[in-house]
């Protein structure tokens, strides 16, 4: 088995400043996943990479960049954070091509 | 608009009951899963089943798909307080084999 990793568990920062957050995985996976779920809503995909130095845009990449510099880790920087993006951030990773997709447990985002 | 959406926002039930949880979608897939979020944890898959496939069994789920009407079906029997949690379908689109759409998730909560 495997795990993903994510960092930090929270993330408390002031409007407009730029935040990093963190995923490992070590399932040897090819593909990882950026998402945001807001209080009592869905996930919503804001960033994915098929392999590593890979990037393609999801449904609410706006405000957000991402890097997958090695094959196992995936960040996301908040460009300007802002208050009404308080949320749970997940990370996930696959197979390549492959339907199921672990999670890790989350940074949950607070903005100030 | 939501392209995998569960047809309930919320469900209770008593220990023991059956309970089942409906997704509708709208697009072509190959395939549809069911993940399950228990609080303050990443999703975590319960269930895949392939656009050629009716039915699919894991222990106490089992879940239903119809190409047709383009929905599909979870249900828990003998539930237990641990089945307390929310539940995604997630369709796997033709168009994309490497992105999954999630949908707005149930709330089941089972009552002693």
């Known amino acids: 088995g495997g795990i993903i990793t994510q960092t930090p568990k929270f993330l408390i920062g002031q409007e407009g400043q730029k935040l990093t957050l963190k995923c490992q995985q070590n399932?040897?996976?090819?593909?990882m996943y950026w998402y945001r779920q807001d209080s009592g809503k869905g996930l919503r995909l804001i960033y994915y990479s098929i392999t590593e130095n890979d990037l393609q845009k999801g449904d609410l990449s706006e405000g957000y960049d991402a890097s997958r510099e090695k094959k196992s880790s995936f960040s996301l920087t908040v460009t300007s954070a802002q208050k009404n993006e308080m949320a749970v951030f997940l990370c996930?990773?696959?197979?390549?091509?492959?339907?199921?997709?672990?999670f890790g447990p989350g940074t949950r985002l607070l903005v100030l | 608009s939501q392209l995998a959406e569960e047809n309930s926002w919320a469900l209770s039930v008593h220990e023991g009951e059956s309970v089942t949880v409906n997704c509708s979608y709208k697009?072509?897939?190959?395939?549809l899963q069911w993940y399950r979020q228990k609080s303050g944890k990443g999703p975590a898959q319960l269930i895949l089943?392939?656009?050629?496939?009716r039915e699919k069994r894991n222990g106490r789920l089992r879940a239903t798909l119809d190409t047709s009407s383009q929905s599909s079906s979870l249900s828990i029997t003998a539930t237990r307080c641990e089945d307390t949690a929310v539940y995604f379908c997630?369709?796997?689109?033709?168009?994309?084999?490497?992105?999954?759409?999630f949908g707005t998730g149930t709330r089941l909560q089972v009552l002693p």
């Open positions: 697009t072509s897939i190959t395939a």
């Open positions: 399932f040897n996976h090819d593909t």
């Open positions: 997630a369709t796997d689109p033709t168009s994309n084999t490497n992105k999954v759409v």
């Open positions: 996930a990773s696959s197979i390549a091509g492959v339907d199921t997709q672990y």
């Open positions: 089943i392939r656009s050629n496939e």
